[in-house]
């Protein structure tokens, strides 16, 4: 809420907004220059909401030592110096606690652990202080929260496929995915309604009915979905609602399919599915990328553009399913997984009648590749223990396609922070890759690392800003 403070009728001044407090010094700042262009200090006091009297001393202050600063005070010098300051940061949020089954810290097993081991950080630290010492540096290591590196080496074309569908959508397009293992609840005791300053409430425990899976298809172009619940998620069930689906559509019509890369999406017999469907032939293929190759092509009728790996917020339908669970499931209660499913099926039919309106994507990726290659370099710069070789893999080689293709959206300055890191850190690669137990993933890592050395390094700085 603005509050309005009074202001002098022949000196007006502009509304303070109170949810945005100023700053010691920005305040004395303005105390000051309010006081030079001839305003009151009533005025001043009002506009800042700080006494008179502290208006009148910073106003001498100025006009006498032109300091807006704090002077220097007496007091206890510092126990803990810098050295046992940031010792206390890096054992607590850097290493895990040395107590079995453990990985997180507790400021009372920190206490105890400085207290028993006092070389750790040199002297022992009570809780206050080390809560004191983390705040000083705003860190809260307790805290989780979760993000998404990208992992598949070929993200950023395939990426740009999917957004081409968005921004140039074809008459049928349709994005499809699997809403697997939805439950049954139902709350062993009624809800509450909801009082005065009181949200409604539900019992915790619940009595668990079953699990039903949603197979859906978003229309983005029109926002209505079509969907079926069924027992199962595997190929067969699949191929029976994708036909369905199909068949919906007037013969002639060329359909687009947006989905993910489960392997039930690619298998040989949704393959031989989608075959028949476009009137095409189709010879069994041995891999999985042979056969999504197959189903991307654009000699049939029928289309399925895959996302790339770890990337299923680029589904559009994922924000329906979003929707859907807000909407029917989260405050739903479901004797049976018949009423489940009657549910869902009814919510798709009230959507399509009443909820529905078009999709549109906005995103366009801009600045995605600069943050990839920071995140690689951050994981470099800490060394983490956690990284393997495939995911190493996946990297080294993510950044020789983003030197390939994509070195101009990088600035100068993440180029060459990576290039130096990764001479740094040749030891800690190396290692990775060296204890590797799998001899085919050891030899997939060694190429890439060696893709990565002829193709990423020579791309220096200079050549970046080139």
């Given at each position: 809420?603005v509050?309005?403070?009074p ?27 309010l ?5 009151e ?39 803990f ?48 202080s ?37 921004m ?8 499809f ?16 309604p909801?009082?005065s ?50 068949k ?33 032939d ?57 009423h ?37 370099s ?8 956690q ?31 990576l ?8 030891d ?39």
């Open positions: 809420m509050e309005r403070l202001v002098n009728v022949d000196n007006p001044l502009p509304v303070r907004l109170t949810e945005q407090p100023l700053s010691r010094r920005q305040e004395r700042t303005v105390m000051a220059a006081n030079m262009g001839g305003t200090q009533t005025t001043i006091s009002l506009f800042t909401g700080r006494h008179r009297n502290t208006v009148r001393r910073w106003i001498c202050r100025v006009d006498t030592d032109s300091s807006i600063d704090d002077r220097l005070r007496s007091g206890r010098p510092r126990r110096q810098d050295n046992v300051r940031l010792r206390t940061i890096a054992v607590y949020c850097q290493l895990s606690p040395p107590l079995p089954g453990a990985s997180a810290w507790s400021l009372r097993d920190a206490e105890n652990h400085f207290h028993q081991d006092a070389a750790t950080v040199g002297m022992p630290v009570s809780r206050s080390i809560r004191r010492i983390l705040l000083e540096h705003s860190l809260r290591p307790h805290r989780r929260e979760y993000y998404l590196q990208i992992t598949d080496p070929e993200f950023f074309p395939k990426m740009e496929r999917i957004i081409q569908c968005y140039d959508m074809p008459e049928h397009l349709y994005c995915d699997e809403c697997t293992c939805i439950q049954a609840l139902k709350p062993v005791s009624p809800d509450l909801a009082k300053q009181q949200a409604y409430l539900r019992d915790f425990d619940y009595r668990r009915n079953g699990t039903r899976d949603l197979m859906a298809f978003l229309h983005p172009a029109s926002g209505t979905v079509s969907g079926e619940c069924t027992a199962r998620h595997d190929t067969a069930t699949l191929c029976e609602v994708f036909t369905r689906h199909v919906a559509l007037p013969d002639d019509a060329r359909v687009h399919y947006i989905m993910d890369n489960l392997t039930s999406h690619y298998h040989d017999d949704f393959c031989r599915t989608v075959a028949e469907l476009s009137n095409v189709y010879q069994p293929l041995k891999t999985g990328a042979q056969r999504r190759a197959w189903l991307e092509s654009e000699h049939k009728r029928i289309v399925i553009h895959f996302l790339p790996f770890h990337a299923s917020w680029l589904n559009m339908i994922e924000i329906w399913f979003g929707i859907l669970n807000a909407k029917c499931l989260k405050p739903g209660c479901f004797e049976s997984v018949q489940l499913s009657d549910s869902i099926h009814a919510f798709i039919d009230t959507w399509n009648s009443h909820l529905a309106h078009p999709f549109t994507w906005s995103y366009t990726g801009e600045g995605l590749q600069a943050k990839a290659v920071r995140r690689f951050r994981l470099l710069e800490i060394e983490t223990p990284m393997d070789s495939k995911f190493l893999t996946s990297q080294l080689l993510l950044m020789c396609n983003i030197a390939h293709s994509y070195l101009r959206e990088i600035p100068a300055e993440d180029w060459g922070r290039i130096e890191l990764a001479y740094q850190k040749a800690y690669i190396r290692r990775i890759i060296e204890f590797e137990s799998g001899p085919y993933r050891k030899r997939k890592a060694q190429r890439a690392l060696q893709n990565f050395n002829e193709i990423v390094l020579p791309h220096n700085v200079l050549t970046n800003a080139a």
